[in-house]
C-alpha cells in the first residue's frame, strides 16, 4: 500500500509548498505513483486525518498553532520540517527582537489587543522532528531526494559543511572580494551557493553548520576589514531563534 | 423548521487561511461571514531598523505566491524614497521577470485550483487522467514561468537578482532568445486553454462595486501609472492611503479597505474593466471568445479575466525579449545612494494593486513602513459578493451553497498568506 503523505502549513509565505507543487511534470506524476497525498490545503479539498508521513511548512507564533502540531506529531510516523520557517524559525522569528505589544501596536493601531500571537519558534521547539529540508525556500530537488530516501526506509544525506564549498564548486568570485558581507562560511551548504550566483550573498536561510567554525568566520572579517556588526544584523534575518537560544 | 449551517474550517485550495460562516434559519440568514483568522506576522514590525540592502529580501517573505510582486514594490518603494533613476534595460527586466510571476501565478489559479470547481472534481489531481492533455500544459506554462524568471533571477519563489537600482546579474542573451522560441510555442497551449475556458459554466450574478487598479496612458499597467477607480478620478501612488481607508474587524486579523463606496474590487477584472483598450491583440480577441466586455459586474469572472491576461502577458514578453536583444544586453553600475525621505511603490499583483510604503533615514535604514494587500482589499467586497448572492440560493443544497460560496472566494484568487492571512465554510441552517 502507498504510504499516505500529508502537508500542513503554519505560519509562512507558503512558498515551500508552492515549490513543491513545481516539481517538473514527470517527478510530481513519479510522486503520485509512489505516495498518496491525503492532505494538502493549497492544492487540493479533500482533507484526510490518517497519513504516515507529514510535511510541516511555517513556524509555531501563536498558542492554537501548539496543540495543532502535538495532534499531527501523534498521529504521523514520520514528521519532517520544510523550510526554514519550520527548521530554525526563519524571517518570522525576526519579531522576536522586538517588543511585541509595541509591535503589535505598530502594525494594527490600538485594536492590537485582539490578536493572539506569541514568539516564533521553530517546530523542533514544539514537538520532535525526525528530518529538516533547509532552505527559504527549499530546492525542490532536495524535496524529491529526502522523500526518495524515506520511502526506501534510508536517512537523507544532507549536507553537514559550509556554503562555501558548494559556492566555490559552482565558480564564484568570493563575496568577500567585492567588499561585501557574507554568511556562507558558517552556514549549512545543499543549496548550490544559489545566492551567490544570482549575483547576491549568502544570507544563512539554511541554518548553521552543525560545528560552525566561527573563528574563521572572525578571521575573514578581520581579513577584509568589515566590521561584525553588519553580519550580526544579516545573521538575525534568518537565525534570530537559534542566536536568543544561545 | 429549516435550518442551514454551513461551516467551512480552512476553504482549500487557496493561500493562506480563510473559513467561510452561513447560519439560516426558516430562509433568513442570522449570521454570513467571511472570516480570517490567520496569525499575524508583523512584517511592517519588522522591517523598521533593516537596512535597504536586506529589506526587498525580507518583504518578498511576505508571500511566496507573489514574492516577485512583493520584491518589486519594495524595490520600487526604497527607489522612490532615495530618487533612484532607471535605465531602459532594467525596467525591461524587470517587466518581463513580473510576466513570469504573472504567468506562473495564473496558470496555477485558472487551471488547477479554480478549473477544478467547474469540472466537478476535488483537485487537479482527478484532471491527469481526465484532462490530462490540459493538465500537462498547465505544467509546462507553469515551467516555462519558473525558467524565465531562473534566467532573470535565479529562482521564481524569492527572487535573487533584482536589487535597488536594477539587476546584480544580467540574463544570458541565448538564454532570452530560447526562451522567447518557448513562449512562441506555448501560444498553441494558450488556445486550448481559452478553448477549455470557453465550455465552462460559470455562474452568473451580476453586483457593480467600484473596481480599482493601477492605470498608464500607454500601456497595460502591471508595475507602473497612477490609481484609477471605475468611480472617481486617478490619484498619484503616493497617495494610496485616500484610497484604501483601512478599518479593523472583530472577523479578521486582516485590515478591511474602502473607498468610494462600502467596498471595492481590486485584481484582473478590475484591470481589465479599468484597462482592456490596452491589451495585446491576442488578448483581446480571447475576451472577444470568452465573452468578457468591459466592464463586466460578476466576480466569478475575475477568473476569466485571468485567461485574457495570460496572452497579454505571452505576447508581451515575447515584445520585451525582442526589445532587449535588439539593444544587447549591457553590463550598468548600480547607482544608489540613501537618502532621508519617504517613497511608496505600487504594483499589480495577479490578485490586484499592492502598496509598499518606506520612510527612510540619511543611512538608508528604514524608521517606518506599511504594507497594503490586494487580498486585504478585497475583504470586504467578497464580504458584500456573500450577502448579495447568499440569499438567491438559500433553496439549494448544502453541498451547492457550499461549492458556490467557495468558489466565490476562490475567484478572488485570494492568498492570504500575505502578512495576515484565510478559508474555512461553516453553515448552520
Known amino acids: 500500500m502507498k504510504p499516505k503523505v500529508a502537508f500542513f502549513d503554519f505560519t509562512s509565505c507558503e512558498g515551500c509548498q508552492l515549490d513543491v507543487l513545481n516539481l517538473t511534470g514527470e517527478e510530481l506524476l513519479d510522486l503520485l505513483n509512489a505516495v498518496e497525498i491525503v492532505n494538502f490545503r493549497e492544492a487540493i479539498s479533500r482533507r484526510d486525518d490518517d497519513y504516515d508521513i507529514a510535511f510541516i511548512e511555517g513556524s509555531v507564533t501563536r498558542e492554537a498553532e501548539i496543540p495543532r502540531l502535538q495532534k499531527i506529531r501523534a498521529q504521523a510516523k514520520i514528521l519532517v520540517a520544510l523550510g526554514a520557517c519550520a527548521c530554525i524559525g526563519g524571517v518570522n522569528a525576526l519579531k522576536n527582537n522586538l517588543k511585541m505589544d509595541e509591535a503589535l501596536k505598530m502594525v494594527y493601531g490600538n485594536d492590537a489587543k485582539q490578536f493572539d500571537t506569541i514568539p516564533a519558534r521553530p517546530i523542533n521547539a514544539v514537538v520532535p522532528v525526525d528530518f529538516y529540508i533547509r532552505g527559504c525556500p527549499v530546492q525542490t530537488g532536495e524535496v524529491v531526494k529526502v522523500i526518495k530516501a524515506l520511502l526506501l526506509g534510508r536517512k537523507p544525506e544532507i549536507p553537514n559543511y559550509p556554503v562555501c564549498t558548494e559556492c566555490k564548486m559552482a565558480g564564484n568570485i568570493c563575496v568577500y572580494e567585492l567588499g561585501k558581507t557574507c554568511l556562507g562560511p558558517v552556514t549549512r551548504a545543499g543549496c548550490s551557493a544559489i545566492c551567490v550566483s544570482g549575483g547576491r550573498h549568502c544570507w544563512g536561510c539554511r541554518g548553521l553548520v552543525d560545528e560552525p567554525n566561527i573563528n574563521s568566520q572572525k578571521d575573514i572579517l578581520e581579513k577584509y576589514g568589515l566590521s561584525a556588526e553588519r553580519i550580526i544584523d544579516k545573521f538575525k534575518i534568518y537565525n534570530t531563534y537559534t542566536e536568543v537560544q544561545k | ?429
Open chain 2, 1 to 429: 423548521m429549516t435550518q442551514v449551517n454551513i461551516n467551512v474550517h480552512y476553504v482549500t485550495r487557496v493561500e493562506g487561511h480563510g473559513n467561510l460562516v452561513l447560519n439560516a434559519k426558516d430562509g433568513k440568514i442570522e449570521k454570513l461571514m467571511w472570516e480570517v483568522p490567520e496569525s499575524p506576522r508583523l512584517f511592517e514590525a519588522m522591517l523598521v531598523g533593516r537596512h535597504f540592502d536586506d529589506v526587498h529580501h525580507i518583504a518578498s517573505r511576505i508571500c511566496g505566491i507573489c514574492s516577485i510582486a512583493h520584491t518589486t514594490a519594495s524595490i520600487q518603494a526604497t527607489e522612490a524614497a532615495f530618487g533612484v533613476k532607471l535605465s531602459e534595460q532594467t525596467i525591461l527586466l524587470r517587466k518581463l521577470l513580473y510576466h513570469a510571476e504573472m504567468l506562473e501565478s495564473h496558470v496555477l489559479h485558472t487551471i488547477m485550483l479554480a478549473a477544478p470547481d467547474f469540472l466537478g472534481v476535488e483537485s487537479v489531481i482527478p484532471l491527469a487522467s481526465t484532462h490530462k492533455d490540459v493538465v500537462v500544459l498547465a505544467l509546462r506554462m507553469k515551467k516555462l514561468a519558473y525558467k524565465l524568471a531562473e534566467a532573470l533571477a535565479e529562482r521564481k519563489t524569492h527572487p535573487l537578482s533584482c536589487v535597488v537600482g536594477g539587476f546584480a546579474k544580467l540574463p544570458d542573451p541565448a538564454k532570452l532568445s530560447a526562451l522567447k522560441k518557448e513562449l512562441l510555442d506555448a501560444y498553441k497551449d494558450m488556445d486550448v486553454v481559452v478553448g477549455l475556458f470557453k465550455t465552462l459554466k460559470i455562474p452568473d450574478f451580476v453586483r457593480d462595486t467600484e473596481y480599482i487598479a493601477l492605470q498608464d496612458a500607454k500601456e497595460y499597467a502591471f508595475i507602473n501609472g497612477m490609481i484609477a477607480s471605475s468611480d472617481a478620478p486617478a490619484v498619484k501612488i503616493d497617495d494610496y492611503l485616500k484610497v484604501t481607508n483601512e478599518f479593523v474587524v472583530p472577523q479578521s486579523t486582516a485590515k478591511y479597505t474602502r473607498n468610494k463606496r462600502d467596498a471595492y474590487q481590486v485584481g484582473a477584472l478590475a484591470r481589465f474593466n479599468l484597462n482592456s483598450k490596452l491589451l495585446s491583440p491576442k488578448a483581446k480577441k480571447a475576451a472577444k471568445e470568452l465573452g468578457l466586455t468591459a466592464p463586466n459586474h460578476n466576480p466569478y469572472m475575475i477568473t476569466v479575466a485571468q485567461v485574457v491576461e495570460l496572452w497579454h502577458v505571452l505576447e508581451d514578453s515575447v515584445n520585451i525579449i525582442d526589445r532587449l536583444l535588439e539593444k544587447g544586453i549591457k553590463d550598468e553600475p548600480l547607482n544608489v545612494k540613501p537618502k532621508a525621505g519617504r517613497g511608496v511603490g505600487a504594483v499589480e499583483a495577479p490578485r490586484g494593486i499592492l502598496f509598499h510604503d518606506y520612510t527612510y533615514d540619511a543611512n538608508g535604514i528604514v524608521t517606518k513602513a506599511n504594507c497594503i494587500i490586494p487580498t486585504n482589499q478585497n475583504h470586504n467586497n467578497i464580504q458584500k459578493d456573500l450577502e448579495f448572492i447568499v440569499p438567491k440560493i438559500l433553496n439549494k443544497s448544502d453541498a451547492e451553497i457550499t461549492l458556490l460560496m467557495e468558489m466565490l472566494v476562490r475567484a478572488y484568487d485570494p492568498c492570504i498568506s500575505c502578512s495576515t492571512h484565510a478559508l474555512q465554510v461553516e453553515i448552520k441552517r
